[in-house]
């Protein structure tokens, strides 16, 4: 599975210790985020992840940033994506059974990196139930 990482400035950290843990687990990752400390703005990286999800370069992916709430209120600015904020690996399977989230987004200043981990580690390995979460997503576009 190819999955697009990307982050802003307060996400480069935990961005390079998810993807050396996806790739040792045999993810192919293609990283859309910066890998400098210097401030930036996450809105530049959001919309490559989103784009890269949309056109398929990437099947799924995974966003950083301090809160998780910037780059989830951009992602979802895009169509073809469900980014959901998790915090814990609880949220990490909901987000994935219930909302099918084709991004998944990481608070990286509120949470710990073994959590960030976990949480990833949870929303891959969980199967969206479909049903009345079909049903629900389905009436997510605007008319
Ligand atoms: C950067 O300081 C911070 O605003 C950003 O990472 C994020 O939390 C925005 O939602």
Redesign the pocket.
Known sequence: MKIGICN????VEYKKKLVKMLRERGYEVVNYGTDSEV?CD?PDFAHRLAKAVETKEVEIGIAL???????AITLNKHQGIRAGLAWSSEVGRLVKAHNNANVLVL???FISYRIASNIVRTWLDTAFEGGRHQRRIDKMPCR
Do not use: F, I, K, L
Request: proline share 6%; glycine share 24%.
């Open positions: 802003d400035h307060a996400g401030s996450y940033c301090g809160t998780g709430n910037g780059m608070p990286a200043r």
